[in-house]
């Protein structure tokens, strides 16, 4: 289990002079869904671990624990993920959740591995980046801690601010179930997200611990989705070191 976030609501001008990644444009997000233990799920890890390698994307992954009792225990299953999946399948009519899911900007739903889908869906969404809502985040790492600041937007949707703490690599032997004798190569696994706070357009800043990050953390990243919807509206990521 990991430790729990401890999260500092602040007040003021924290960010002032600080070096951020400033979302100027936003990425687009992608959210793979997958597991261990499922045979489908390395082609997909690896097709997100290239993506993983561009500027104009916001990589993911999110291993789920609903393979864990067929033979192999996901060391990254996360059961909020599982929650966070349910809730896309709900808000995107699907009949049930599966892996490998790949889910862009909370509104895109495709299989992992199919490649040409998901190639022509970024495609688009780089097309139409001048036209994506977005939001203004500052983030940035300052004596090892997580900076947050999000600029005032008038008229903006009403969202939920998501911290995610990310790992980038990672290569992992499989003893058992359906990838058995196989050594996993896994990109950006998200290894804990919380909720921070609500969004109405207002300026709000926030200040993470990192010791209170999960071992292994290498980056984070925040997201702005909107809240009773499953769009993401902003979007920015930093590196710990």
């Known amino acids: 289990m990991?430790?729990?976030?401890?999260?500092?609501?602040?007040?003021?001008?924290l960010l002032a002079g600080a070096p951020a990644a400033i979302a100027q444009s936003r990425p687009a997000v992608i959210e793979l869904y997958t597991s261990e233990g499922c045979s489908s799920c390395p082609p997909a890890e690896?097709?997100?671990?290239?993506?993983?390698?561009?500027?104009?994307?916001?990589?993911?992954?999110?291993?789920?624990?609903?393979?864990?009792?067929?033979?192999?225990?996901?060391?990254?299953?996360?059961?909020?993920?599982?929650?966070?999946?349910?809730?896309?399948?709900?808000?995107?009519?699907?009949?049930?959740?599966?892996?490998?899911?790949?889910?862009?900007?909370?509104?895109?739903?495709?299989?992992?591995?199919?490649?040409?889908a998901i190639d022509r869906a970024l495609t688009s969404k780089r097309s139409d980046a001048a036209g994506r809502p977005t939001v203004g985040i500052d983030l940035a790492v300052l004596a090892g801690d997580v900076k947050i600041d999000l600029a005032p937007q008038a008229g903006a949707t009403p969202s939920e601010i998501v911290l995610i703490a990310y790992q980038r690599t990672a290569q992992t032997p499989v003893g058992r179930g359906e990838n058995s004798g196989r050594t996993l190569r896994e990109f950006n696994i998200v290894r804990d997200f919380h909720t921070l706070g609500r969004w109405s357009g207002e300026a709000r800043q926030f200040h993470v611990r990192g010791d209170s990050l999960p071992p292994g953390t290498t980056d984070v990243a925040v997201i702005v989705q909107a809240q009773g919807q499953s769009a993401i509206i902003g979007a920015a990521s930093v590196a710990l070191n």
Do not use: C, K, M
């Open 2 to 13: 990991t430790p729990t976030l401890r999260i500092l609501l602040l007040t003021g001008s």
């Open 46 to 116: 690896a097709y997100l671990g290239e993506l993983a390698q561009r500027g104009d994307v916001l990589a993911l992954s999110f291993h789920v624990d609903y393979w864990d009792d067929l033979g192999w225990r996901d060391r990254f299953a996360l059961p909020a993920a599982v929650t966070r999946q349910r809730v896309y399948a709900q808000a995107l009519r699907l009949a049930s959740v599966y892996t490998p899911q790949a889910v862009i900007d909370g509104t895109g739903n495709f299989v992992g591995s199919d490649r040409s």
